[in-house]
């Protein structure tokens, strides 16, 4: 639970990973960088690669979730998740969260609301991982906050829903809206560093002489580092608003 808690934390196992502990969600970063990779270049391969990528994405996300609730002196048992559980969570996750990018990207090619309605169907990718417009940067930072809605019920032994999260939403409104907005600003600001980036990693596979191995080495650095940071800001300012809006409720 991200509420205020008892003057007692309870005492879950927690292991310190010092000034390290920015890069324990790289690993499920990482397998995320490569399977979209994969899933990109198309063929047979890219449905399962695609779904692999989101699994290991929503696995980086609990693991960002965890560290940020407990820094801010909430409680959490999702540290304590085995895989097993980890990967039945997901399963509980996901498929309504797809259900609503695919509802948007309906609503959104419909309506003309945008000239790209496919970016909706890229919401959740967006969480870690550059959108193409100013809109798909809002959309995802909208669907960052109903996941981490739905990872916190596992804290309450429940499973995840969607319907609650909207709920959950829209009684935190008056501090997640902000931070929605406050992760989109973000995104914003972080697009033309990363592209200046992407264009320098780009002259190096035109032009430098540099071994294909090591190409690729810095390649898929530039990427999951770009990813690991946007999640942990995303995560943190949602984490943080949605504690001082429990914070803020009569009688914390």
């Known amino acids: 639970m991200i509420a205020p808690s008892a003057a007692t934390r309870p005492a879950f196992p927690n292991v310190s990973f010092g000034p390290f502990r920015l890069l324990e969600a790289v690993p499920w970063l990482l397998v995320a960088a490569t399977m979209r990779v994969i899933a990109f270049a198309g063929g047979l391969i890219a449905l399962p690669a695609i779904m692999l990528a989101n699994i290991a994405l929503l696995l980086a996300f609990v693991i960002v979730t965890w560290r940020m609730v407990l820094a801010t002196d909430g409680r959490s048992g999702l540290g304590l ?31 003309g609301l945008t000239g790209r309605p ?75 560093i990363q592209g200046y980036v992407r264009g320098w990693v780009t002259q190096m596979w035109q ?12 390649s898929m650095v530039f990427i999951f580092s770009f990813a690991t940071v946007r999640l942990w800001l995303t995560v943190g300012i949602l984490v943080f608003a949605l504690r001082q809006s429990y914070r803020a409720q009569p009688g914390a």
């Open 81 to 111: 998740l085995g895989l097993s559980q980890q990967i039945g969570m997901a399963r509980a996750v996901l498929p309504p969260i797809f259900g609503l990018l695919v509802a948007a990207t309906a609503v959104a090619a419909v309506t």
């Open 118 to 192: 496919g970016e909706f169907m890229l919401g959740f990718d967006g969480i870690a991982f550059d959108q193409a417009s100013h809109v798909g940067r809002v959309w995802s930072a909208l669907v960052a906050a109903l996941v981490l809605l739905m990872v916190l019920q596992v804290d309450e032994a429940s499973k995840p829903s969607l319907l609650r999260a909207i709920r959950r939403f829209g009684d935190h409104a008056r501090w997640l809206i902000p931070a929605v907005l406050l992760v989109a600003v973000v995104a914003v600001l972080l697009h033309p």
């Open 207 to 218: 032009h430098s002489a540099l071994p294909v191995a090591l190409k690729s080495l810095l």
